[in-house]
């Protein structure tokens, strides 16, 4: 847990090795089935359509979704509605694809329940209809698959990496260990048998475990993502092959002129070091260093290298801000939306959170500020130069609200200096490029999935305008206003009594 002393043997970004991903298991096993509306023909009419390609927005425009797919897009005077279809006046709206949270963790929240009764329904109210989980148990993350897919349980798609491959002792369960290339070469071909999409590293990875993941996964045919490893640099990750970095682990510190000697600091501070206080300021110090030691040429050299080698980036803004460098402004512990965190979790995301402000002074504040600040410009700095990026929440973690987390994702990306459109398309045609799936999902076209958000305004004009939902389409299936409500008082007394 973040005592000052962990901070003080991180190396990347403080507080992340101490993200209690993975909460405690506590809910009743119950089963509560779901009340799907079944697919049907749908025609949303007269509105706005904002396809995110990049093309102008068509005002007057009208959908048609058959059998869970977009069949017809077109202006609404010119296209033919086929007699049985649902028409839906969506006229003074505007309709976006169905939003992908790229970094969650689906099994982390109290299985089996939690994310049945918590996160699942507040994604869907959302309009996440896409989710990457990035590290949790393939038995139950099948299981949801299956019933979503199966109609029984309303859900987003969902594509996992299972398993974290780590380093002894690993920071998270389920992992498995990898010390060698015998242990890669297992470890990858055992998730590849159990079907994952990806293979998830972690931080305590050594160097020759982590080349080894590298070759393993290429010789599999699987592609490898997650934390770069403290001990390696995020340009040798990415010239290794990793396929996203997320948190911006290890950027920062790609970009210092110092960073073999700061790597070499942090790898060597002893656990615990000193009193509170002096490890606090030796982070402080060491923190001073990474932003002082800054270099604008660095980091566009590390920019080229994350896009000729297509290395994508998570950041899971939300995740930074309201965790990993948290300071009382910050801190969401008195956030209206606690209502749907179940008391359990509520109780783990607490402890997690008084963990991360414990003992820190106005010094440490700042310094977070300053971080997290950082972060922001060098974001904006990458995706100018190319670097593909992602929206993504790391849900499931304490103060990230699922589903609520990405349109705060999205409202960073803007305050980091991209447009609306932009953001927007960091998590709708993007994700669907990562996952190879750009025939199927990510704009609005016909052929496509039926995913799709309905807003009540302009989006293009102000990105928090994504949280103004009137309808979710999920898989062909239509959630009025009156279903995401309905959706939300159920987490909320689902919360209220767990
Ligand atoms: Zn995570």
């Known amino acids: 847990m973040p005592s000052a002393a962990r901070y003080n043997h ?69 296209l033919h509605i086929p007699g049985g279809t ?32 918590f996160i699942l329904p507040l994604l869907i109210a959302n309009g996440v209809t896409t989710v990457r989980d990035m590290g949790g148990s393939v038995t139950l993350l099948n299981q949801l698959r299956q019933e979503i897919a199966s109609g029984n349980r309303i859900g987003p798609q969902i594509f996992f990496t299972g398993p974290y491959l780590d380093g002894d002792p690993p920071y998270f369960q389920p992992s498995i260990i990898v010390r060698n290339a015998q242990d890669a070469i297992a470890g990858v071909q055992q998730l590849k048998s159990d079907g994952v999409d990806f293979i998830k590293v972690q931080s305590r990875l050594q160097p020759a475990a982590y080349f080894a993941i590298a070759d393993a996964s290429r010789h599999a045919g699987m592609r490898y993502v997650g934390h770069v490893p403290d001990a390696i640099s995020a340009r040798v990750a ?82 930074l801000i309201h965790l990993a460098f948290l300071t009382p402004e910050s801190d969401l512990a008195h956030d209206s939306r606690m209502k749907y965190v179940p008391a359990g979790v509520r109780k783990i995301w607490d402890t997690s959170r008084r963990e991360s402000l414990a003992n820190q002074g106005a010094a440490e504040f700042q310094m977070r500020r300053e971080l997290a600040k950082r972060l922001l410009s060098v974001f ?62 990510g704009t609005i076209a016909p052929g496509k999935r039926a995913d799709l958000v309905l807003l009540n305004a302009n989006p293009l004009d102000d990105i928090r305008n994504t949280q103004k939902i009137d309808a979710v389409i999920v898989n062909g299936k239509l959630l009025n206003r009156r279903d995401l409500d309905a959706l939300l008082a159920k987490v909320a007394a689902f919360a209220a009594s767990h």
Not at 21 to 39: D, E, K, N, Y
Not at 271 to 299: C, F, M, T
Request: proline share 7%; aromatic share 6%; glycine share 6%.
């Open 10 to 78: 991180r190396v990347n970004l403080p507080g992340l090795r101490s993200l209690p991903c993975l909460l405690l298991t506590f809910f009743s096993l119950q089963l509560i089935s779901c009340s799907a509306p079944q697919p049907q023909s749908l025609a949303i009419t007269h509105v706005t359509v904002i396809d995110v390609t990049g093309a102008p927005a068509q005002p007057d425009s009208t959908v048609v979704i058959a059998d869970s797919r977009i069949t017809a897009v077109g202006p609404s005077s010119l």
């Open 86 to 117: 649902r028409v839906i006046n969506a006229s003074g709206k505007f309709l976006i694809p169905g939003l992908a949270d790229m970094h969650v963790h689906l099994t982390g929240a109290g299985e089996p329940m939690g994310s049945r009764e």
């Open 238 to 319: 990415s010239q290794a092959g990793q396929s996203s970095i997320e948190h911006l682990t290890g950027v920062l510190l790609a970009c210092s002129t110092r960073e073999d000697e700061l790597r070499r600091r942090q790898l060597a501070a002893p656990s615990p070091y000193g009193s509170v206080n002096q490890s606090l300021e030796r982070l402080r110090i060491w923190q001073q260093d990474l932003l002082d030691s800054h270099s604008d040429e660095k980091a566009a050299q590390l920019f080229q290298t994350f896009v000729a080698n297509h290395t994508w980036q998570v950041p899971t803004f939300p995740l």
């Open 380 to 441: 904006k700095q990458m995706h100018a130069a190319g670097v593909p990026v992602m929206a993504g929440t790391d849900t499931s973690a304490p103060n990230v609200f699922p589903g609520f987390a990405l349109h705060e994702d999205l409202y960073y990306f803007v305050q980091a200096g991209l447009t609306p459109l932009e953001a927007l398309q960091a998590a709708t045609v993007k994700p669907a490029e990562f996952l190879g799936r750009a025939a199927e999902q």
